[in-house]
Each structure stands twice: as C-alpha cells, then as structure tokens.
C-alpha cells in the first residue's frame, strides 16, 4: 500500500519545510556506525562536540538505549516530531541496528516521523520494510550522475564484501542510487537530494543531474559547501564561494525545489534546526554508558495463557494476555488485555511491542522466530515455558531458574498449533 504524505506531515519536518524548523525539533539517533563508501571530504571522527558536521557523534547507541535516550530527550524537548537516523556511518551498512532501531522507537513513539539519511548503495533490499515501518522522508546524497566526475569524489566502495574503486566504484554506486528514487517514491516515500558542492569537480554539473534525479521521481535537493575536512583527501580543497555555491543553486531550481536552510546536523543532533540542545551530547554519554535492562520502567509481565494459571497459550494464537506485577505480598493479576488482530505481517507485533511496552517479558508455549525477533528488539524479553504461571514470574522477577522453559529450538512455527509453518501474523 503506498502510503499518502499529508502537506501537514512535510509541515512538521523542519528540514523539509523552511517555516516547521522554528517550531518543531529534530533528534538524530546515532546507531549505524560503519559505512560502505569513503568519500573523499569526509573523516568520521567522534567525540568532538565542537564540531557540527554530518559524521560526527559524541557516542553511539544500540537500539534499546536509542529508545531509552530518546524518552529521555521528550523530558527536556517536549516539541520532537522527527526521529531521523543519518549515521555517524551509512544506515544500510547497519541495516539490522537500523530496523531494530526503528521498530523498538514506533512501538514507543507511534506518532513520530520518520526519516533516513542514506548514500543509497544498499537501500533497495530494505526499501518495502522501511515503508511499512513508516518511513516518509529519505535523502540520498548524489554528488553526480557521470562516473567520470563522481570517480573523484569516492576513494573505494564496499559492497557485497568486495571493494571497488575509480571509475568501476562510481558506476556501481551511482547503479544503486538511481534505481532507489523511483522505488521510494512507489511507496510515497519523500525523497530530498544532497549535493554537496565541490570546486573544479561537480560544481559544474548541478543541471545534468537534477535533472536525472527529477525524471526518476526526486522532491527537492539541497546543495551544500564543501566542508574541507581535516584528515580527508580534500582537506586542502577551497571551499565554494558565495558566487558559485548562489549559481550552483540557481542552476538547480530550474529542475528541483531547492533547500536553503539546511544545518549541516551532526549524527547526534537534537533540538531545533541550528539550535541544538547542548545538554543532549552530556544525556547522550549517560545513556550510552549506562548498564540499561529497562526494567524499572517495565514493572509488568504479559502471560500468554487460557485460565490464567498455566503458560500454555501459543504466542500467535492468543486473543488476549493476562498481565502480572510483583507486589511484597507476591504476584499480583493487573488486568486483560486484548492482542492485536490477527493479519498485517511485522506491524502486528509492532502493535503487540506498543501493547506491551510497559512489559519486560512475556511468557508463551510457543512463538514464532520472527515476533520473538521483533518484541526482543523491543525490549521485552521472550520466555518459552510450560507449566505454572508463578514459576515463570519467579523466574524473570527473581533470577530463579525455570524447570519447565523450552529450548530456544524446541518450537517449530506450525508444530503445536492450528497453523500451517506459514507464520502466525
């Protein structure tokens, strides 16, 4: 299904809309660390919260801390509609920090936006779980579309564990990041260019390729100066001038709708466009080095079961969980409350994860690998058991070993219930 980008969803992205970006704050969360190119202007060095520049980041989290950070930032930024991953790396060649990150965030903060910062050279394999994971603005960042002049630009590129460089790099990148625009724009999906102006290289080249990017389906660009680097091949480059970085711009509005008030944002920024939140680095080292489990803010224990005294209900076919506390006086019965109906694919553990978010675990007689995967990723622990309900409570809220747990293989999706190994969603 392609998803319908309301005027009032660009309005709230303040990268997107020149007008949002007084009024409404952006967080980046910086979880993909590795990347699968090397340009020629960029040296990711961390640690330096002096500089404002894409790559860089004070710290790098994984997903459950993401989270964690990110609720703890609503505290002090009460006006966050964007959560944006752009690094410090490249988000696909993170791909599985990436989606955990995105799943465990919407099953906490559903009404967010979402956006991705990407080189494009390993999106296409992700772009229909992006989608439904409601992604709605991606940038890709095309510095060309000739492999003679994008050659100089890239010093090698990885894909599928080989490195290429020169001319041969150029074509398979440049390959990629086409092919992505009007697949992202199948499913709805906003798509903004960065071209990052580079003196004597591209910055005659702005017209050729918007317009290519605008045939293929692209929203608007952004051509940024060169940042001359230190420790990067260009960083004896000159920066671009006003006179070229205005005709550069002028060239390309002919084609595309141009963005003027881009902030260079770091890989960890939050706040308002070029205002960021200073104290967001100091909260971003805490919880990157806290030892996390969660489990203050999860009090509660979800039991797949039918009578409420046995764990004997498979994950997929349950109308309902009971949920549990424990108490000084023992375990407590909370209340009932109803699963998602079944059919949707990842979205309904997805609405299982924000169902249970205030859950550290939850305990089944089966479950299939996929939403075990998903709720993991979520933050809630997944215990397959049989057996009397107290001694699974025992056992996550006490650390006391469960006799009658499954073995992580013992359950096949399909085996013990009414499905047929086709998955339970």
Excluded at 396 to 422: E, H, M, T
Aim: include cysteine; proline fraction near 5%; hydrophobic fraction near 40%.
């Amino acid at each position: 299904m392609v998803k319908v980008i309301t005027k009032n969803d660009i309005a709230k992205h303040p990268c997107f809309d020149v007008e949002a970006r007084h009024t409404h704050a952006r967080v980046h969360l910086p979880v993909a660390p590795r990347c699968n190119i090397q340009c020629n202007y960029c040296n990711r060095k961390y640690d330096c919260v002096n500089e404002s520049r894409p790559g860089v980041t004070s710290s790098v989290l994984d997903p459950f801390k993401a989270v964690t950070y990110l609720k703890e930032l609503n505290k002090h930024i009460p006006n966050i509609s964007v959560v944006g991953i752009a690094g410090p790396g490249d988000p696909f060649a993170n791909p599985d920090e990436v989606l955990k990150t995105l799943r465990a965030v919407k099953a906490e903060f559903p009404d967010k936006i979402f956006c991705l910062s990407t080189n494009g050279l390993n999106l296409e394999p992700y772009i229909d779980e992006i989608a439904a994971l409601d992604v709605t603005h991606v940038t890709l960042t095309i510095n060309g579309v000739r492999t003679d002049i994008t050659s100089k630009i890239y010093r090698w590129v990885r894909y599928n564990k080989k490195v290429y460089r020169g001319e041969e790099a150029a074509a398979l990148l440049l390959e990629k990041q086409l092919a992505c625009i009007p697949l992202l724009k199948a499913k709805g999906i906003t798509v903004k260019i960065n071209f990052i102006i580079i003196p004597g290289i591209n910055d005659r080249h702005i017209d050729e390729t918007t317009r290519v990017v605008k045939g293929l389906g692209a929203d608007l660009i952004n051509c940024m100066p060169l940042i001359p680097t230190a420790g990067s091949n260009f960083e004896d480059m000159p920066k671009p001038d006003q006179k070229m970085i205005f005709r550069v711009r002028a060239e390309a509005k002919h084609h595309l709708p141009i963005m003027t008030h881009c902030a260079r944002c770091r890989a960890d920024a939050a706040g308002l466009l070029g205002q960021d939140m200073k104290e967001a680095y100091t909260i971003l080292q805490q919880v990157s080095s806290s030892v996390e489990t969660g489990e203050e803010s999860r009090p509660y224990v979800a039991v797949a079961t039918y009578e409420g005294h046995l764990v004997n209900l498979h994950l997929g076919e349950a109308k309902s969980v009971y949920i549990f506390r424990q108490t000084p006086n023992g375990f407590q019965y909370v209340e009932e409350r109803e699963m998602p109906d079944k059919g949707g694919g990842d979205q309904r553990w997805i609405d299982v994860a924000r169902l249970l978010i205030d859950c550290r675990a939850i305990l089944v007689a089966g479950v299939g690998e996929n939403p075990a995967s998903i709720l993991k990723e979520c933050g809630i622990r997944v215990v397959q058991m049989t057996g009397m309900i107290d001694e699974g409570l025992d056992g996550i809220y006490n650390n006391l070993p469960i006799r009658s747990i499954k073995k992580a293989d013992a359950f096949r999706c399909g085996s013990g219930c009414s499905g047929n190994a086709q998955g339970c969603a």
